[in-house]
């Protein structure tokens, strides 16, 4: 599940708790049977865990994010104090990257993944800074794989260090 999905599902969740809980007051007012409000009662706590459960999905995502985006400012850090011979050969490295993903045609959504997966992120990261799911990131790859006419992963890395050796 994405992050919009996960704040959809939370609204619902907010709103079934809402409102269970203004019946459960209503029915205790009404003298209402204890079957039922304890089939009320149970629905008010489940709504409130599942609204508990996607909060902390919700704050471990978001803590993930912060993380992945610290990770790449320190590495963009430690660029900036490599030699000047080292930043030229990254800025070389970096154009041959752009311009292969132009003659492949990739567009520009497959143009940041693909230079994610060439940094080594996963496709659970990818998703996660990129507030997707795994599966879109999967067919996206899929289809710069494709482009490239390369069997995987492993390969499209490979392709561009082979390259640079």
Do not use: C
């Amino acid at each position: 599940m994405n992050v919009t999905q996960n704040h959809i599902i939370l609204g619902f969740m907010i709103f079934v708790a809402l409102a269970s809980g203004s019946d459960l007051i209503a029915d205790l007012m009404h003298g209402v049977d204890t079957l039922h409000l304890v089939q009320e009662a149970l629905i008010l706590t489940l709504s409130l865990l599942v609204i508990a459960w996607i909060m902390y999905k919700l704050f471990l995502g978001h803590n993930e994010i912060v993380r992945l985006k610290a990770e790449l400012e320190t590495a963009k850090m430690l660029q900036s104090n490599s030699s000047e011979e080292g930043r030229d050969v990254r800025q070389r490295l970096s154009d041959y990257i752009r311009h292969q993903f132009e003659a492949w045609q990739l567009t520009p959504s497959e143009r940041e993944i693909g230079m994610l997966l060439i940094k080594g992120l996963s496709f659970k990261e990818i998703a996660q800074l990129r507030g997707t799911t795994e599966k879109t990131i999967r067919q996206q790859a899929s289809a710069i794989y494709r482009k490239a006419e390369l069997p995987g992963r492993h390969a499209f890395a490979a392709w561009f260090i082979e390259e640079a050796l």
